[in-house]
């Protein structure tokens, strides 16, 4: 970890050494993964990476607080494509717009790059299990990566987690504890079982390398826009641990001067759950909310991240706006007939909110906006149905096919 200072506490600045196994600071507070930049400067620079090969989020080794001999994880985590998206664009009357499909990552979330992180330090503590609660992707994307490294788990999620994301834990091989109640009690109890087994911990906001997986978003988007910043980052806001990655990433670039300003982040909750937004929103201290949203990866009513998440939007300047369960199911049918891309609903609910405050005139239309889509459709299906509704049915014969187009209007 050429590069790594420490890692420093966000609230009372007391400072650790950086160990794989650090969590959060004696007094609560969470800790900050802290580089020297000027070290980076003098040696790392976008020129470099236009040799690199690594097409995954391994490439930007300098920014991560990794040991120089620690294996990559197996699994490709990261590069997932960034779309110029003319046609929402257009849908949506805004100038520029581009999508960043992290639906695409091995386990079909961004949730991938921060688990391919809890791997790799894991690895480094010597621990041989892994353990976390989360609402539904994190889990996944721990047992995967554990599962592709030879590592064990027990998972932890709230019993309304959607089947697909289940599916892929029993697929894994994880130990899953479906637990009969919210995300907050899944949390407390998996907090629990590890303070008794001693497991490694992948509990966001907990372990402060994860947030330094997520950040590899940040730097992907950039190179992938030739290091042009865009005005507007948006994303989708549960525990908060993405949107303070992502800003970490960019402040990384700046430090460091890959980049010459930084865009304003775009905090999108929903409705039925936005204790972030709404402290951002009053200027009062965040206080917990029921978790009452279709979108069950952001349905995060105790916020675990909360401190470096306000901090992010309060430092870019940014905007908080939140979307009904119905603007979350707009958008998944308009990312996918615009652009072919399927998100699940917290996957796109950045984009709802791009969609909200162009409508509200939040933000000037010739905007350059990216919108992160964090997860794929196909992990909640029941959602996408609900979306899109069901599909004609009709006998395999053409005078009824006739008869049920006529029915629906479609003149082929
Ligand atoms: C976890 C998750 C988020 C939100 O990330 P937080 O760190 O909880 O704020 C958004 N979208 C998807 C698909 C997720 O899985
Ligand atoms: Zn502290």
Redesign the pocket.
Known sequence: MKYVLGAKCTRCGAEYEALPTITTCKCGGILDIQYSYSAIRDHFSPADLEQTRDWSMWRYRPFLPVEEDSPAPPLRVGWSPLYKADRLAGVLGLKTLYIKDDGQNPTA???DRASAMAVVKAREAGADTIACSS????ASSLAGNAAAAGLSTYIFVPSRAPKGKVAQLMIFGATVISVDGSYEDTFALSKAAIDRWGWYNRN?AINPYLSEGKKTVSFELMEQLHWQVPDYVAL????????AGVWKGLKDLYETGFIDRLPKLLSVQAEGCCPLNRALQTGEPWSPMEENTLAD??A?GVPR?ADK?LNAVRESGGIAVNVSDEEILEAMRLLGRTQGVFG?P??VTGTAGVKKTLELGLIDPDSTVVSIV??NGLKDVANGIRAAGEPMLVRPDLDALLSAFDARNIRP
């Not at 609402?135 to 994190?138: I, L």
Request: net charge negative.
């Open positions: 979330s961004l949730k609402t539904g992707n994190a966001a989708s806001v549960g525990d908060g641990c993405t949107i990866s952001i995060v991240n998440a699940e917290a996957g964090t997860g």
